[in-house]
């Protein structure tokens, strides 16, 4: 098993910056894939970016390219996520998610392992 705790959500106002990390423990030779996924209130969960772990190779999705950085320390097993300009619609509880095989997913039902979320909220 892996477990995954997120650290770092908060309260910012728009345009401001904010950087959550993903600690993983357990079994973590297993982890090929980390992502960070979010879900705002009646809304589904979204993707937001992804990592590869090993090669630290990245993807975002197109509404936070420019603006969102993923990143991972392989001799700490963190995956951070560095959130500048962010806008309101930022506003979610942010997921931290891990998978045992190689692929460029962004789909939640794809991720095997998930933390248990950070709330960030973005005023206005």
């Known amino acids: 098993q892996v477990q995954l705790v997120e650290s770092g959500g908060g309260l910012v106002q728009a345009g401001g910056s904010l950087r959550l990390s993903c600690a993983a423990s357990?079994?973590?030779?297993?982890?090929?894939?980390l992502a960070w996924f979010r879900q705002a209130p009646g809304k589904e969960r979204e993707f937001v970016a992804g990592?590869?772990?090993?090669?630290?190779?990245?993807w975002y999705a197109d509404s936070v390219k420019g603006r969102f950085t993923i990143s991972r320390d392989n001799t700490k097993n963190t995956v951070d996520l560095q959130m500048n300009s962010l806008k309101p619609e930022a506003t979610a509880v942010y997921y931290c998610?891990?998978?045992?095989?190689?692929?460029?997913?962004?789909?939640?039902?794809?991720?095997?392992?998930w933390g248990q979320g950070t709330q960030v909220i973005v005023s206005s």
């Open positions: 998610a891990a998978k045992r095989t190689l692929a460029r997913d962004t789909s939640a039902s794809q991720y095997d392992y």
């Open positions: 357990g079994r973590t030779y297993s982890i090929y894939t």
């Open positions: 990592i590869t772990w090993r090669g630290g190779i990245t």
